[in-house]
């Protein structure tokens, strides 16, 4: 069974940090890019970052260059999102996924607020 489980989210202040973390299991991790999404209240999924399978460098959104790194260990499964200087607009669900099996996470809520 192909699974990803979130988690990391939490209440944080504007200009605070949090690190997401993403297990995934039931299919071979170290085959397969891995992706952040986020959806907010009222907005369309936005893709945050990807990864490729051997890891290097991530691609992200404009709106999170500079501000997010995407991270991933292949002999632990798991993927990471290391975000840094967050915003008020950075609130939402965030979501792990991968396309085997066209597979997502539950999500972790992460909320920016003072």
């Known amino acids: ?44 999924r936005e893709l945050v970052a990807s990864i490729g399978n051997t890891a290097g460098s991530a691609n992200y959104a404009d709106s999170v260059k500079g501000r997010f790194t995407m991270s991933r260990d292949n002999g632990k499964n798991t993927i990471y999102l290391q975000m840094n200087s967050l915003k008020p607009e950075d609130t939402a669900v965030y979501l792990c996924y991968t396309t085997y099996g066209n597979t997502w996470g539950q999500g972790t809520q992460v909320t920016v607020s003072s």
Do not use: D, H, N, T
Not at 1 to 17: C, H, I, K, Y
């Open 1 to 44: 069974q192909v699974q990803l489980v979130e988690s990391g989210g939490g209440l944080v202040q504007p200009g605070g940090s949090l690190r997401l973390s993403c297990a995934a299991s039931g299919f071979i991790f170290s085959l397969y890019r891995m992706y952040w999404y986020r959806r907010a209240p009222g907005k369309e």
